[in-house]
């Protein structure tokens, strides 16, 4: 817990509004500078998937592939491969398909798996004190978004991935991840399986390839441009959004909630609150109606001999009366 001279003292909210006094912005990022590679990726995607909007990249079945590719990679990339394995070693399975559930992760757009390791882990360590890289006590659009804007050097990949993700670097595979622009290739190979992919089913429904050809962008359009803005946005509300409004089971020191929308939005990672009091569990649910299709497919898994090892929820001490309250806690 940092001292109060670490605390923003103008426009302090009440006790009512968060459990924590608002923070300043950490250190490393004042003065700001202006972070052009994620600016530039960050605004050209969002601006290419605003073409969804164009009637000439419109139609239903690149939609469809946009809806099902919107809860797949995001399920199976960040939360599984990238959130529930690598982060926090909630199950093992083999290599194989650990990989797999990267090389998807990476067709999300959200930094090499290491350094995505590094950033949350640290999240935990510093969870809504300063040092965090994106507590919402700095600011909600901070939590958001701002802070992939800017350059931290906090953040700066030899010096996290020293303390953070030594256990990830051991594996060759990531650490050739981190060179030779494996992330930007990825990437690419993944608009051309998308087009790909749309030239085939353009083709069959048109029998032609001047017809098929509109249909292929289409599924880039939808299928990576407006899927990558969903599931950006369905893991940055986990990172501002529940650590602002939600109920709370467990007394944590920092403000994670629960919250019912993202809950159900992102497969089980939006029960913050349940995550934060017990980190390295594989199931984020507690509640009936906490439904965590996450560890549902992590179970799955485990049935058909795919994962080992799932950890399960520990005992930790609720709340008195916690799922009665709402909003923020005081």
Not at 82 to 99: D, I, N, Q, S, V
Not at 159 to 187: H, M, S, T
Request: aromatic share 12%; net charge positive.
């Amino acid at each position: 817990m940092p001292d109060s001279k670490h605390y923003a003292t103008a426009v302090l909210p009440s006790r009512t509004t968060f459990a924590k006094p608002l923070l300043a912005l950490p250190d490393g990022v004042q003065p700001y500078r202006i972070d052009w590679v994620n600016a530039s990726v960050i605004g050209g995607v969002h601006a290419l998937a605003l073409l969804a909007l164009m009637p000439q990249f419109f139609n239903w079945t690149a939609v469809i592939v946009a809806i099902v590719a919107a809860r797949l990679f995001g399920l199976l990339g960040i939360n599984i491969g990238y959130h529930r394995l690598l982060t926090h070693r909630g199950f093992a399975c083999p290599k194989w398909l650990e990989h797999t559930f990267v090389v998807i992760a990476i067709c999300c757009a959200e930094d090499t798996p290491a350094r995505w390791v590094a950033v949350h882990r640290r999240h935990h360590e510093t969870s809504d004190d300063r040092p965090d890289p994106h507590s919402p006590l700095a600011g909600f659009l901070w939590a958001h978004v701002g802070w992939l804007l800017v350059k931290n050097p906090e953040l700066a990949r030899l010096g996290i991935y020293e303390r953070y993700a030594r256990d990830v670097l051991r594996d060759p595979f990531y650490v050739r991840l981190e060179r030779n622009f494996w992330q930007l290739r990825i990437l690419l190979i993944q608009l051309n399986v998308f087009f790909l992919a749309g030239l085939v089913v353009g083709l069959l429904q048109t029998g032609s390839i001047l017809d098929a050809i509109p249909i292929a962008v289409s599924f880039i359009v939808w299928g990576v441009f407006v899927r990558t803005v969903f599931v950006w946005h369905q893991t940055w509300a986990v990172n501002s959004v529940t650590h602002v409004w939600g109920y709370r089971n467990f007394t944590t020191d920092d403000d994670s909630r629960n919250n019912v929308f993202i809950g159900l939005l992102a497969h089980g990672e939006g029960w913050h609150n349940n995550h934060h009091a017990d980190q390295r569990s594989a199931r984020h649910g507690r509640r009936w109606w906490e439904v965590d299709t996450t560890y549902l497919t992590i179970r799955l898994l485990e049935k058909v001999g795919l994962a080992w090892d799932v950890a399960l929820p520990r005992a930790v001490q609720e709340t008195p009366g916690a799922i009665r309250q709402t909003g923020s806690q005081t």
